[in-house]
């Protein structure tokens, strides 16, 4: 069974303050790697994504740090909002047959505190 | 972009009876489309893949009779619960890669089904 580890279960942050939540993945195969993000009784919605090819992606608030060799990536929400309370999910895929599929983490339920 | 639409978002019935969920590509074509299982403040377990055209295929430990999928046409995937149960109430979530091949999924909102 491919897994994608994810940790912490829950997180609660003040606002201003950085959330990180940290996935690490076993299938070397994995190619692509994307967050996302859902507020309850929604789908989720893809926040961001990298390649493992790239050590860092930025987009706004969001980033994501990658480490190939320790198969670890993780998710950095700086200046961290109420409006950020949702839960997270990594998920990890790759390529195969004409369609993908995604394995997901088990989610972080962020709480950000006024 | 790609916009996934799901009908009902939330839907109640009496057990024993059978509730059909329709997923919907709004602005593009979907040959393959994934439904999702979310028990609450759990991850999103795959159910099926379904392809437009043929059968669908089950992840192991789901119930194909139970779950019946129908991918009719390239924009509209149904999945019907048969004979649903208590157990079976559920969030359940269908999604798309909004391009063929795409490494990502559009998500619809989900549909929750509460089974009395």
């Known amino acids: 069974q491919q897994q994608v580890k994810q940790s912490p279960q829950s997180l609660i942050v003040q606002k201003g303050g950085i959330s990180i939540i940290n996935c690490a993945y076993e299938?070397?195969?994995?190619?692509?790697f994307p967050w996302y993000q859902q507020f309850p009784g929604k789908g989720p919605a893809l926040l961001i994504a990298?390649?493992?090819?790239?050590s860092e992606k930025k987009e706004g608030r969001f980033t994501i740090s990658f480490n190939k060799s320790a198969k670890q990536f993780s998710l950095h929400i700086m200046d961290s909002q109420p409006g950020d309370s949702a839960t997270y999910f990594c998920?990890?895929?790759?390529?195969?047959?004409?369609?993908?599929?995604?394995?997901f983490g088990k989610g972080t339920m962020l709480l950000v505190s006024p | 972009g790609a916009v996934v639409s799901q009908h009902p978002s939330r839907v109640i019935c009496k057990s024993g009876t059978s509730v059909k969920i329709e997923c919907r590509s709004l602005?593009?074509?979907?040959?393959?489309m994934f439904w999702y299982r979310q028990f609450p403040k759990q991850s999103l377990m795959l159910m099926a893949t379904?392809?437009?055209?043929?059968?669908?295929?089950?992840e192991q430990g789901v119930e194909k009779d139970k779950f019946l999928i129908n991918h009719a046409s390239l924009t509209l995937s149904t999945l019907t619960v048969t004979s649903a149960h208590p157990e079976d109430s559920s969030f359940y979530i269908c999604?798309?890669?909004?391009?063929?091949?795409?490494?990502?999924?559009?998500f619809g909102a989900g549909s929750r089904l509460t089974v009395l």
């Open positions: 999604s798309a890669p909004p391009t063929p091949g795409a490494n990502v999924l559009t």
């Open positions: 379904s392809n437009e055209g043929s059968k669908a295929t089950y």
């Open positions: 299938n070397t195969a994995f190619d692509y």
């Open positions: 990298i390649r493992p090819d790239v």
């Open positions: 602005d593009f074509q979907a040959t393959t």
């Open positions: 998920a990890a895929t790759y390529s195969n047959s004409g369609y993908s599929t995604l394995t």
